[in-house]
């Protein structure tokens, strides 16, 4: 069974950082497309970011310059580094691949 775990989220103040991490059961991690999203209170889930088996990645335009994706195939584990974080940023962040999401974490910005 795939499970997706999401551990690192957090409150901070604004302009603070944090890393969140997405563990992912299975052998498979290294030939997946792995996204983050986020869902604020009242909103859609909203697409963050992913990063290919490759490494390439994209970004949303609200987080380019702030926000990086990386991967750690040894350990199955995709990380969201966010730095310059703003109150907009708060939500809770997912990481999915497929049809598989984890169970969320919360991050929250505020001073």
């Known amino acids: 069974q795939v499970q997706l775990v999401e551990s690192g989220g957090g409150s901070v103040q604004p302009g603070g950082s944090l890393r969140l991490s997405c563990a992912v059961s299975g052998s498979i991690f290294s030939i997946l497309t792995m996204g983050w999203y986020r869902q604020a209170r009242g909103m859609q889930r909203e697409f963050v970011g992913s990063?290919?088996?490759?490494?390439?990645?994209n970004y949303v335009d609200s987080v380019k310059g702030r926000f990086t994706i990386s991967r750690d195939n040894a350990k199955n584990t995709v990380y969201l580094q966010m730095n310059s974080l703003k109150p907009e940023d708060t939500a809770v962040y997912f990481c999915?691949?497929?049809?598989?999401w984890g169970q969320g974490t919360q991050v929250t910005i505020s001073s």
């Open positions: 990063i290919s088996p490759g490494g390439h990645t």
């Open positions: 999915n691949f497929d049809v598989y």
